[in-house]
């Protein structure tokens, strides 16, 4: 039971302030530095990871180049599971 607790709560997102923020700002194609610039924070690997990184592991933003993620002209923009939250 407790495990079906667990899915349960992965299953139902609730995205933060800054996260809505993101998803509503990447309907195209942004760089890092211009989420980070968006929500009022600096483009540190802490703040990637978890405001845009933590949306790409669950599925709501997507790299445009996924076989380089350290690409100097990686861009992140939605998914279709991203665009159903803006919906």
């Known amino acids: 039971q407790a495990s079906n607790q667990v899915s349960n709560q992965v299953s139902v997102f609730q995205p933060t302030t800054a996260q809505k923020n993101i998803i509503s700002f990447c309907s195209v194609p942004r760089t890092a530095q211009e989420i980070m610039d968006r929500i009022g924070l600096t483009n540190q690997s802490i703040n ?33 599971k991203g665009r159903k939250l803006l919906e």
Do not use: A
């Not at 978890?50 to 923009?77: A, C, F, N, W």
């Open 48 to 80: 990637r990871r978890r405001h845009i990184l933590s949306l790409v592991e669950i599925g709501v933003l997507k790299m445009t180049q996924p076989d380089s993620p350290q690409s100097p002209t990686q861009r992140y923009v939605l998914t279709e």
